[in-house]
């Protein structure tokens, strides 16, 4: 049929690829956020990020609606959220967070991501003076006339930073001030694309094309795992 049939075929294959990833951790993030703070958005900010996420990499709604179903469902699955700490090739410093209804499983599958690449896990709280958590909100600069006018209206809500990047505007804030920033945004009239609380490494490291290539192939790993939804490292 052609080669732009094959690429157009690729380009799906692709997207339904990761729509098949992605979109099973997006509704393990909104269980969790139902079960521990309700089912409505308005009274539950960790939900409503879990519903931007989701709105942001073009979940469906009636997806989003299940979920939120299932999770009050009486055969729910009992969600918890975990961490994880570990050192990657050339000492790289990692940090997991999961979701996971057996964490026996999960860290049994994390460590072996580690330990395959010749890294390994370190004792929980290890990383976490190498990491600042920061509540991070990201809207489109076509919203936006004045930067310098709209970081003046932020600083009440607790704004540290704000930066410009491919069109998109990132307002930066300590992740204790997510409610309160993420309610001056909303009176503003600004549409968040994506917000979420980001663990920030606090003194970025550089390295090689070929360490970074080593250590992509762990992350990648690690990242594909079913119950892992974000990791973060220090990778300059």
């Not at 990499?57 to 699955?77: Q, T």
């Not at 489109?140 to 930067?147: F, G, W």
């Amino acid at each position: 049929m052609g080669r732009a049939f094959e690429y157009r075929r690729a380009a799906k294959e692709k997207r339904w690829d990761k729509m098949s990833k992605v979109f099973p951790k997006l509704a393990k993030a909104i269980t969790v956020a139902v079960k521990e703070g309700g089912p409505e958005p308005e009274m539950n900010a960790k939900l409503r990020i879990a519903i931007q996420n989701a709105k942001a990499e073009n979940m469906p709604k009636d997806n989003i609606e299940n979920a939120i179903k299932r999770a009050l469902g009486k055969d729910a699955a009992d969600i918890t959220e975990v961490t994880y700490e570990g050192k990657g090739p050339h000492g790289v410093l990692v940090f997991v967070e999961a979701a996971t209804d057996n964490t026996t499983r999960t860290v049994a599958n994390v460590k072996s991501y580690f330990n395959k690449a010749g890294g390994s896990f370190v004792p929980s709280g290890s990383l976490e003076f190498m990491f600042s958590r920061k509540a991070v909100f990201e809207f489109e600069k076509t919203d936006i006339t004045d930067i310098e006018e709209l970081e003046l209206s932020l600083i009440d809500g607790g704004l540290e930073e704000i930066e410009e990047n491919e069109g998109m505007i990132h307002a930066y804030a300590d992740y204790t001030k997510f409610g309160e920033l993420s309610k001056v945004i909303e009176d503003l009239g600004i549409e968040v694309k994506r917000s979420s609380l980001k663990r920030i490494p606090i003194s970025p490291v550089e390295f090689s094309e070929d360490q970074l290539s080593e250590i992509e192939k762990m992350l990648d790993k690690i990242e594909e795992d079913d119950d892992v939804q974000v990791v973060y490292t220090n990778v300059a």
